[in-house]
């Protein structure tokens, strides 16, 4: 995943016209060539309206989850989350986590991001029966690189193969995230979601 390395480090000026010559060109009704899967959903994530932040490490994870709060104001306030392991791990940060879907955000991490639309891959094991409606307008998905499939078949192959005794229910995607394109028709009905991506290198 050298991608997310190389877009975090310095740019030469002939690199930066490069890729603006390219993202400006491309139409978006145009399928991606030749990309690399994490290109190609960093993409498609951005041109849905969500909010990426790339952590290199477990202390930056921890760092870009702090900032977020301090930039909404949402220290000590009510989260909703149905994931211990999440809870446990962002402790030290003085929120409410209870399982009320009136909360000022949704945290939770996802079963896959989908490369060629930009969407990320929940599950029951997330939502447990709560439908994409009735969460909070405002959600933090944590994820990791090795996370990224091409398309949404290859993500719930995973899904299948990583829950053989018990497929979980409740699959659906988030892939509507800030003002939703009224252009767009096939967004027509989908849910419009304030979305912040934590994005953990693991590979």
């Not at 041109?47 to 790339?54: A, D, H």
């Amino acid at each position: 995943m050298s991608l997310f390395r190389k877009l975090f480090s310095r740019k030469s000026k002939s690199d930066e016209k490069s890729n603006a010559s390219i993202e400006g060109n491309q139409s978006k009704y145009m399928p991606e060539v030749n990309l690399p899967i994490d290109e190609q959903f960093m993409i498609n994530f951005k041109r849905n309206g969500g909010k990426f932040l790339y952590c290199d490490n477990e202390n930056e994870l921890q760092e870009s989850f702090d900032n977020i709060l301090l930039e909404n104001d949402w220290y000590e306030k009510e989260v909703c989350c149905f994931e211990p392991s999440l809870e446990s791990k962002f402790q030290g940060y003085n929120l409410e986590f209870t399982t009320k879907t009136t909360s000022d955000f949704y945290f939770a991490t996802c079963e896959y991001l989908i490369a060629d639309t930009g969407a990320i891959l929940i599950s029951s094991n997330q939502l447990r029966e709560k439908k994409l409606p009735e969460l909070p307008n405002n959600l933090i998905i944590v994820s990791s690189t090795s996370q990224l499939v091409g398309n949404i078949g290859e993500g719930l192959k995973g899904i299948k193969e990583k829950n053989k005794n018990s497929i979980p229910s409740n699959i659906t995607t988030i892939k509507n995230f800030g003002t939703k394109n009224e252009k767009d028709f096939l967004s027509y009905g989908s849910i419009s979601k304030n979305l912040y991506l934590l994005l953990l290198e693991d590979l």
